[in-house]
């Protein structure tokens, strides 16, 4: 039996944030264990409940006003142990994915790809594994480029389905 994943899902959507939860409700081992509609009660989730992954839009508002929830995700991931960042994103820029990964984000996920392709990251993250959804792939692909893992002990391995 596998163990019990810990995810905080996190999106200013509702209707965002019910879907996913739908979703990974599925997904046995996988329990949703928060919520959060903006950055601040990311932040303060992330502070007062464990967890393994978060999965999170960076399109938020944040205390600011401004819609960014980058920073919060930085502050996260800036002192292990920490949860894994798996992003769910409508942004397809591929310096602004980049600079994700370069964050040490486990996997990108955008939200037009495959309802498939969310379980798959998590699972892909679980595992050490980055991944990149099939149109993040596309993104870096029609520029050329191709992201680096963030060190050298970071094994990068694109999962499709």
């Not at 200013?12 to 996988?30: I, Q, T, Y």
């Not at 960076?58 to 920490?82: E, F, K, Q």
């Not at 594994?129 to 149109?135: D, G, K």
């Amino acid at each position: 039996m596998k163990p019990i994943t810990r995810v905080i899902v996190a999106d200013d959507h509702s209707c965002v944030r019910l879907g996913v939860r739908h979703l990974l409700e599925a997904v046995p081992s996988l329990s949703i264990v928060g919520e959060a509609s903006d950055a601040q009660t990311l932040a303060e989730l992330v502070d007062t409940c464990p967890c393994d992954i978060v999965v999170s839009d960076i399109g938020m508002p944040d205390i600011d006003g401004l819609r960014n929830a980058t920073p919060v995700l930085r502050r996260v991931l800036r002192h292990p142990p920490h949860p894994r960042v798996v992003v769910l994103t409508m942004i397809c820029h591929p310096p602004t994915l980049s600079g994700l990964l370069h964050l040490g984000v486990s996997a990108i996920v955008d939200k037009r790809d495959t309802v498939d392709a969310l379980p798959d990251a998590i699972a892909a993250a679980v595992e050490g594994h980055r991944y990149l959804s099939a149109s993040v792939q596309s993104a870096f692909e029609e520029t050329g480029s191709f992201p680096l893992p963030r060190t050298q002990n970071t094994r990068t391995r694109l999962w499709e389905r």
